[in-house]
């Protein structure tokens, strides 16, 4: 397959704990990155390689993986997390990337 | 720092092609890949291709592009162009280009352009 599915959409409350997932058989063979976008903004790395966060990303995001699926959690989510998440990975070629469905997540 | 500034908006009519220019700066314009990447309104974000700015600047581009985009680059100014033909109103959209790394069998965009509108309309 050459899809990454995620939930369109999860709500989570001030200070508590969400995870968002992404599925797909090129997760079998590459490891994901996601991506924060806020309206009207360019998207942001905030986690790359499975479970490396950039400098300057808070240590609240961190990301995990197992077969098919990959997934990001916000440990203690705060307002300025309400956005869109996307997953990314090479496909099965490993020449070609692709890009999750993608999760909008309210901070309520 | 690392920067990456595309060029302005653009309007076009439907049959027509865009240019789009993405200029680099800040680190070793051969060093790392360029991607493009779009995001039609209120849509996903969608992976267009990529560009190695070293040696014969070869390209991957989606399948679903093949025979209507094209990307080059030119190093003396350390800019990449995404040329996409035919246009249809389907490609209205944002285009991004973003900075690609490489390492533990994945890719990922590091840095990202400001991003340069697109629209299609007769």
């Known amino acids: 397959s050459s899809e990454l599915t995620q939930d369109p959409a999860v709500s989570v409350a001030l200070g508590q704990t969400v995870r968002i997932t992404c599925q797909g058989d090129?997760?079998?063979?590459?490891?994901a990155s996601w991506y924060q976008q806020k309206p009207g903004q360019t998207p942001v790395l905030v986690v790359y390689a499975k479970d490396n966060r950039p400098s300057g990303i808070p240590g609240r995001f961190s990301g995990s993986s197992s077969g098919d699926t990959a997934s990001l959690t916000i440990t203690g989510a705060q307002a300025e997390d309400d956005a869109d998440y996307y997953c990314?990975?090479?496909?099965?070629?490993?020449?070609?990337?692709?890009f999750g469905t993608g999760t909008t997540v309210t901070v309520l | 720092q690392v920067q990456l500034v595309q060029s302005a908006a653009e309007v076009k009519k439907p049959g027509a092609s865009v240019k789009v220019s993405c200029k680099a700066s800040g680190y070793t314009f051969y060093t790392y890949f360029i991607h493009w990447v779009r995001q039609a309104p209120g849509q996903g974000l969608q992976w267009l291709g990529k560009i190695n700015p070293s040696g014969a600047g070869s390209t991957t581009y989606a399948q679903r592009f093949q025979g209507r985009l094209t990307m080059t680059r030119d190093t003396s100014t350390g800019t990449v162009y995404l040329d996409l033909r035919t246009l249809r109103s389907e490609d209205t959209a944002m285009y991004y280009c973003a900075r690609g790394d490489d390492g533990y069998g994945s890719t990922w965009l590091d840095f990202w352009g400001q991003g340069t509108l697109v629209t299609v309309s007769s």
């Open positions: 990314s990975s090479r496909d099965s070629s490993g020449d070609h990337s692709l």
């Open positions: 090129s997760l079998r063979s590459s490891s």
